[in-house]
């Protein structure tokens, strides 16, 4: 049973152009929401997060959009850079709750 | 980078033998998981450690054992390793509980033929 829902699986973005990246979740209990990013042969590496709270953080180049009546966020990359291809996982966890569910993770290529 | 070092960080072995991965910290952190990641399936928790000596069980637990006797050291045991345990496995510490970041190590990347 997979509590989160990450698409697509892959994408492939110009140089400059906006990479969108969705998760969807099932558990009501989720209160953290963070994506990581990794480059082969590294492990995930902490992006930027976001609470049930706010509807949008921004971090750079790097929006999560938070939509808690559908159950669903989003990760906006703005202008996009050859820098950024790497695969990106969303994750849910609960309050309190020791574990992390893991998105499947979208592989992202951004052309030069 | 976190102070996370994976040992092997490669590992070719056979059917029915037992394996042990080792995750060592500097950070003195309380928390330290062990995941598998396998394509489509992102990153999967199989055990974590909220203490020396003491320890729980992950989505994906069995098959695998794990111990905890210091702060810095969390081992992974594979008792009688299957084909299905070929993966890659990540060690992640943090240093408190549920809506804290996690930080990871490079990985260990296991095949069992």
């Known amino acids: 049973q997979q509590q989160v829902k990450q698409s697509p699986q892959s994408l492939i973005v110009q140089k400059g152009g906006i990479s969108i990246i969705n998760c969807a979740y099932e558990?009501?209990?989720?209160?953290?929401f963070p994506w990581y990013q990794q480059f082969p042969g590294k492990g995930p590496a902490l992006l930027i997060a976001?609470?049930?709270?706010?509807s949008e953080k921004k971090e750079g180049r790097f929006t999560i959009s938070f939509n808690k009546s559908a159950k669903q966020f989003s990760l906006h990359i703005m202008d996009s850079q050859p820098g950024d291809s790497a695969t990106y996982f969303c994750?849910?966890?609960?309050?309190?709750?020791?574990?992390?569910?893991f998105g499947g993770g979208t592989r992202l290529m951004v052309k030069p | 980078d976190a102070g996370i070092t994976q040992s092997p960080r490669h590992k070719v072995t056979e059917t029915g033998t037992p394996v042990t991965l080792r995750c060592h910290q500097t950070?003195?952190?309380?928390?330290m998981y062990w995941y598998r990641q396998d394509p489509g399936h992102g990153l999967r928790l199989i055990h974590y450690?909220?203490?020396?000596?003491?320890?729980d069980k992950g989505e994906v637990s069995d098959g695998y054992s794990v111990s905890r006797s210091k702060t810095e050291d969390f081992l992974l045991t594979l008792e009688s390793a299957t084909s299905s345990q070929t993966s890659v496995y990540f060690c992640?510490?943090?240093?408190?509980?549920?809506?804290?970041?996690?930080?990871f190590g490079d990985g260990t990347r296991l095949s069992i033929l």
């Open positions: 558990n009501t209990a989720f209160d953290y």
């Open positions: 950070e003195n952190h309380r928390y």
């Open positions: 450690s909220y203490g020396v000596k003491d320890t």
């Open positions: 976001i609470r049930p709270d706010v």
């Open positions: 992640a510490i943090s240093h408190d509980r549920g809506n804290q970041p996690q930080h």
């Open positions: 994750a849910a966890s609960n309050p309190g709750s020791n574990m992390l569910t």
